[in-house]
Each structure stands twice: as C-alpha cells, then as structure tokens.
C-alpha cells in the first residue's frame, strides 16, 4: 500500500507528460497543416482572430473540405485549433495596416 | 466569371511569396491609410473610428470587405458588361456606354453585412468586425434601371443576377448574388462609375452596384454581368450564404435552414466616434460625436446618455436627412466631476424603428445594431 502510494503519483505524472508531448508534436503538425492547405487561397489572419470551440472548428474544415482544401492530417490541424484559438483563449486585437497612400 | 484555375493558383503563390516578404515591415495596403488589418490576402480592412470625422469617408479610409482574391485591375477600355437572360437582346456594353446614360449621384452608406459581429456572444465563426466596417460615399453612374434598359427586360424577369469580375479560388463558390426585380428597378439602385468622384478598384470600380439601404453583400464589385432570371439565385453567397433567422433563436444555437431568409434592408444603428473607447479626458466641456443610419430610412433621432443609460438627451444631428445615408450627431458635454463614464447613444428612424439594448443573435453574426457605449475616464485637469 505505501509502495503504491509512493509510484502512483510519478507514474501519473509521466503520463501527464507523454500525453502533453504527444499533443504539442500534434499541434506542431497541426501548424505545419494550416501552412500547406489554408495559405494558398487566404492568409491566416482571419483564422486567427477567430475564437471556436472545437466542434466550431470542426464545421469550418467542412467547409473549407468542400470547397477544394485536401488535408492530409486533418485531425491534428483540428486539434491545434482547438488548443490555439479555442473559445476560452482570449481574444487578441488585430494589427494595423501600416500608411500605404504613397503607394498607389 | 469563371477563370482558368492553374492561372489563379500561381498567381495567388506570387502574392503569397512577396507578401511574406512585405510582412516583416509591416503590410501597406495601396492608397490606404493605415487600417485595422482583418486580412491581407484578400483584403478585409476596417476602418478605425477615429477617421470618422466627416459625413463623406474619404476613399482612403473606407473599409474594404472581399470573400475571394481581387480580380486584376480592369482597363477602362477593355471593360465590357454583358447582359444576358430575360432581355430582348443580349448585349455587350462597354464603359463608354455607360457613361452616355444620364448620370446620377446617391450619397449612401454602405456597411458589411457582418459589421459588428466581435460584439455577439456567443462568438461567431467569421472576420471579427468591430465598429467600422461602415462608411459613407457619395456614388455616382447610370441606373440600373437605365442599363438593363439598354438590352429590354422581360416582363417574365422577377429578379436579377448579378456576377463580378473576382473568380473563384479552388473549388469555392463564386460570388454571385440576385436581388428582387424591383430593388433593382428603383431609381436610387445605380451601377456606380465613381466612388466620391474617383474610380478605387479595390471598392470595385470601375462599375460596382449601389443598392442604398441594403446590406452590403447586394453591392457587388467589379460588375461584369447582368443576368434578369425568372427566380431568385441559389449559389452559396444567396444561401446559405448571408441569410438571417425568420425567428429569432436562443443564443449559440444552430441555424434553422428552412427558415433562413435572405437579408433585404438594414436595422437602425448609431456609433459612437468621439471620445475614444477607454480613452481619457481631462475634466472640462467636450463634444459627443458619432454617426447613426437606417438602410432605407432617414434618422429621426439620436439621444445620448453620459450615465450608462438611466437618462437621455437628444444629440444635435448633420442637416440633410435623407434616406440611405447616415447623419452625423453631436452632444455637447461638461462632466460635473472627474471619473468613469459610460457614453451610450441610441438612434431612432423615420420610421419609429429604435436601436435595441440586446439585438438578436444569429448564427452568422449579422446585423449587430445594439445600443452604442464607450468608456471615457475623466480626470482633474
């Protein structure tokens, strides 16, 4: 019974931590996703002002699906969404443009 | 329109590459000031509200709202407008054409159908408008009406269709809208040649749709062709695309599709431009400003309060009250003492609509027109 007090909460604890690796190197996939299949139409601003939850998202790579997007990991794309601009992230303001009147 | 593919897709890449490039000192939009930056490939830009200081936006300052990649710069002398469908004879219209017809200027605000849409919540998919995706222009060019004469409607035509020259990327929809006959027959509904008497293409000129008092998905950019059909349109940007609920839904609930209509009109809607949101000012007399419209109505009214809403006073309003366009207003004000205020304003039209203190939640996120509030902290000058 001590014994297994005393692993109990390491052996919880490593899990913890694969799990949290194996997620970050699924969102860094889910980043590298976003590049190769939404970048070539839009930029990315007008993901990442957006603040979904996870089925929002979902409804948007339907969309985007639809419309010609062929993801090859499209479960880790999602997951990075979800952990990066999910509905409890905060919003962060847009840019401003810089003064482009000189260029006409 | 439709385009060769292969073509937009290695033109899109070029813009991509040299905008990455661009991107590391800041992005400049071509002849506009700087902007609230929503996207930049295509462009959706707002306007801050610190621009609004005129009752015409100038050209440089207005927002910009595109749905795909901007078509390249037509050449006045090889833009043709085709008319085609429920006409007596289908016709190639050039821009000297059109402007032989009697001219005419409407000054109408325009405003994204979307505007307002960071202000719902629950938070909706879509770029994330604040205040100023709205402005007001003086536009100018033939009627609609006078055009579609030039190739004779037939009495079957109950409404038109609309195409831009912007084409689709991938497999997206192309932008293609259709609107009632008689909104396209009514003698305020231009094909505008001018924008504020120039000719910005990034505002869809050099022929773009004026539809004043509806939202601003009906004013179509880069016109090209005209098409009266016997029904409405059914592309993506009709429906599902900016359709709103018949019956208002409870907050952050799904779309009915049987009983989406398509948005035809604006609400009634005030915005506050001075003082600056969370802005301070130092203790002593002040002026209130802001705008206020109401899609085909003229205002009636705008009552501002200093007090988070318990009492109101009217605000003074810009002369010309007109349909289509806003009035600018003005509340001049002394606070008694220093501290946090919150500064509402609340407009009326002429037709008794009042500005909501909740207005309804869609599912798109469309038509936000609540009562406007900013906060000023006044402190000891």
């Given at each position: 019974?001590?014994?297994?007090?005393?692993?109990?909460?390491?052996?919880?604890?490593?899990?913890?931590?694969?799990?949290?690796?194996?997620?970050?190197?699924?969102?860094?996939?889910?980043?590298?996703?976003?590049?190769?299949t939404?970048?070539?139409?839009?930029?990315?601003?007008?993901?990442?002002?957006?603040?979904?939850?996870?089925?929002?998202?979902?409804?948007?790579?339907?969309?985007?699906?639809?419309?010609g997007?062929?993801?090859?990991?499209?479960d880790?794309?999602?997951?990075?969404?979800?952990?990066?601009?999910?509905?409890?992230?905060?919003?962060?303001?847009p840019?401003?443009?810089?003064d482009?009147?000189?260029?006409q | 329109?439709?385009?060769?593919?292969?073509q937009?897709?290695?033109?899109?890449?070029?813009?991509?590459?040299?905008?990455?490039?661009?991107?590391?000192?800041?992005?400049?939009?071509?002849?506009?000031?700087?902007?609230?930056?929503?996207?930049?490939?295509p462009?959706?830009?707002?306007?801050?509200?610190?621009?609004?200081?005129?009752?015409?936006?100038?050209?440089?300052?207005?927002?910009?709202?595109?749905?795909l990649?901007?078509?390249?710069?037509?050449?006045?002398?090889?833009?043709?407008?085709?008319?085609?469908?429920?006409?007596?004879?289908?016709?190639?219209?050039?821009?000297a054409?059109?402007?032989?017809?009697?001219?005419?200027?409407?000054?109408?605000?325009?405003?994204?159908?979307g505007?307002?849409r960071?202000?719902?919540?629950?938070?909706?998919?879509?770029?994330?408008?604040?205040?100023?995706?709205?402005?007001?222009?003086?536009?100018?060019?033939?009627?609609?009406?006078?055009?579609?004469?030039?190739?004779?409607i037939?009495?079957?035509?109950?409404?038109?269709?609309?195409?831009?020259?912007?084409?689709?990327?991938?497999?997206?929809?192309?932008?293609?809208?259709?609107?009632?006959?008689e909104?396209?027959?009514?003698?305020?509904?231009?094909?505008?040649?001018?924008?504020?008497?120039?000719?910005?293409?990034?505002?869809?000129?050099?022929?773009?749709?004026?539809?004043?008092?509806?939202?601003?998905?009906?004013?179509?950019?880069?016109?090209?062709?005209?098409t009266?059909?016997?029904?409405?349109?059914?592309?993506?940007?009709m429906?599902?695309?900016?359709?709103?609920?018949?019956?208002?839904?409870?907050?952050?609930?799904?779309?009915?599709?049987?009983?989406l209509?398509?948005?035809?009109?604006?609400?009634?809607?005030?915005?506050?431009?001075a003082p600056?949101?969370?802005?301070?000012?130092?203790?002593?007399?002040?002026?209130i400003?802001g705008?206020?419209?109401?899609g085909?109505?003229?205002?009636?009214?705008?009552?501002?309060?200093?007090?988070?809403?318990?009492?109101?006073?009217s605000?003074?309003?810009?002369?010309?009250?007109?349909?289509?366009?806003?009035?600018?207003?003005?509340?001049?004000?002394?606070?008694?003492?220093?501290?946090?205020?919150?500064?509402?304003?609340?407009?009326?039209?002429t037709?008794?609509?009042?500005?909501?203190?909740?207005?309804?939640?869609?599912?798109?996120?469309?038509?936000?027109?609540g009562?406007?509030?900013?906060?000023?902290?006044?402190?000891?000058?």
């Amino acid at each position: 019974m001590m014994r297994t007090a005393l692993w109990l909460p390491g052996l919880l604890l490593a899990f913890a931590l694969a799990a949290t690796a194996a997620d970050q190197a699924t969102v860094e996939k889910g980043r590298k996703e976003e590049q190769r299949t939404c970048l070539p139409c839009h930029s990315l601003r007008i993901i990442h002002s957006n603040r979904l939850n996870r089925a929002g998202w979902n409804k948007e790579l339907d969309k985007m699906a639809g419309w010609g997007t062929k993801f090859t990991d499209r479960d880790a794309l999602l997951e990075y969404l979800g952990a990066t601009y999910g509905d409890d992230k905060p919003v962060t303001p847009p840019e401003m443009s810089a003064d482009g009147r000189s260029k006409q | 329109m439709q385009a060769n593919r292969r073509q937009i897709f290695a033109a899109l890449l070029a813009a991509a590459a040299a905008r990455q490039i661009k991107a590391a000192d800041g992005i400049a939009i071509p002849g506009k000031r700087p902007m609230i930056l929503h996207n930049d490939r295509p462009e959706d830009l707002e306007t801050p509200v610190k621009y609004f200081d005129s009752w015409v936006t100038p050209v440089d300052a207005f927002f910009v709202r595109q749905h795909l990649p901007r078509p390249a710069a037509i050449d006045p002398a090889a833009y043709r407008l085709n008319l085609t469908g429920l006409v007596s004879k289908p016709l190639e219209v050039t821009l000297a054409d059109l402007e032989k017809l009697p001219q005419h200027t409407v000054p109408a605000t325009l405003e994204c159908t979307g505007n307002g849409r960071a202000f719902f919540t629950p938070k909706l998919p879509g770029i994330q408008w604040g205040r100023g995706a709205v402005g007001n222009a003086e536009w100018s060019g033939p009627r609609l009406s006078d055009v579609l004469a030039l190739a004779g409607i037939d009495p079957a035509a109950k409404f038109l269709e609309i195409d831009g020259a912007d084409t689709p990327v991938m497999q997206t929809p192309d932008f293609v809208r259709s609107m009632p006959m008689e909104k396209a027959m009514h003698p305020a509904t231009l094909l505008a040649l001018k924008m504020n008497g120039q000719s910005p293409d990034i505002h869809g000129l050099p022929a773009r749709l004026i539809v004043p008092g509806w939202d601003g998905t009906s004013w179509v950019k880069w016109v090209v062709r005209l098409t009266p059909v016997a029904k409405e349109s059914g592309g993506f940007f009709m429906n599902p695309g900016y359709r709103y609920p018949k019956y208002h839904l409870p907050p952050g609930t799904p779309a009915r599709p049987a009983e989406l209509e398509v948005i035809e009109g604006m609400p009634v809607k005030s915005t506050l431009t001075a003082p600056e949101d969370q802005s301070k000012a130092a203790l002593g007399p002040m002026t209130i400003r802001g705008f206020a419209w109401a899609g085909e109505n003229a205002i009636e009214r705008v009552e501002v309060s200093t007090d988070g809403g318990a009492r109101w006073q009217s605000a003074q309003l810009s002369p010309r009250k007109l349909p289509f366009a806003w009035r600018l207003f003005t509340l001049d004000w002394t606070p008694s003492e220093p501290g946090y205020y919150t500064i509402m304003s609340r407009a009326t039209d002429t037709a008794g609509r009042v500005q909501p203190i909740v207005p309804p939640w869609n599912p798109s996120g469309y038509l936000w027109n609540g009562i406007d509030r900013v906060g000023v902290t006044v402190e000891k000058a």
